[in-house]
């Protein structure tokens, strides 16, 4: 009989949990706000819906500049575009896909009357050319079985336009690294909305802070970019998850040395407002948060790029957590390195002065 292991498992804080569940494709991110709703409404003195469906939280500070953190709710997913004769399931990408990964897939279809279970299905490997086992499978080869033989009865049960996420929940890989699909950027988003409500209970801070869960950001960081024009903050940091390199297949010349548990990644480079990168760091070493630099050349990825941009400039910074495998229904972090960042972002909110400046 295999012996247990003796590691210790790191559970989920359930905040994080029921956001890692919640089924939430980019455009359609119903589930994952009613979950910031319950969480985060009752310590805010102002709670706010916009158009884009952004989950705007405002603490109201004592004169100082306002904070703004940002995080987004929305995953890659499907969208359904297309019904065969047969009731055979075509469709698009919610986001950026690796088109290995979506065949022989359990996936949700969100559906008027619920989550509808489906298969991604493609050829089988018995049934290809030599040639064709070589390339990766185009969108158009794959298809999604719902079990009908019908264009109707699928429409029956199935819209054109119903989004769909892979059927992967959290779980514990061992000890505190966590597996499951939307840590990109449940996490992140998980960490923002958290360091707000850990901040709230302060009875006097300088900034005004104001906690973003936003929207499309997997479509072109739609929903940051309204927010910050509405919201006009003077300084904003973005929380999202970065690339763990400490796997087989990664470079570190070409994507730099970034360890899954070596601490929150901090970004610099010109999305970065330098008194902002210089503050982070400072409160990472005050508070004896362990943490890593990132080069970040150009523009990033994430809701720093709008951000940065809205009205007349703001200035950015930005925390990632690193991650393994992103844009897969296995995504790994360490919920260690999360609540770090957790604690990172609200000790940089206690910090801000009241005559705080990040002119440079």
Known sequence: MAKKSSAKSTDYPTFLRELLEAKSPTGHEFAAQAVIDAYVEKSADKYERDALGNRIATLKGTGGPTLMFAGHIDEIGLIISHVDDRGFLYFEFLGGHDQVIPSGRRIHILTRQGPVLGVTGKRAVHLLSPEDRKRVPERHDMWIDIGVTSRTEAQGIVRIGDPAVYADGPEILRGSLGVARAFDDK??????????RRVAKDKRIAATVVSVATTQEEIGTRGAQVAAQGLRPDVSITVDVGHATDHPDADNRKFGKF?????????????????????LVKTAEDLEIPYQIQAESRPTGTDARAIQMANSGVACGLVSIPLRYMHTPGEVVDLKVVEQAVELLAGFARRVKKKQSYAW
């Open 187 to 196: 996490a992140g988003a998980y960490v923002c909305m958290e360091a707000f």
């Open 259 to 279: 360890a899954l548990s070596g601490g929150p990644i901090i970004g610099r480079g010109p999305n970065i407002n330098p008194v902002v990168f210089d503050h």
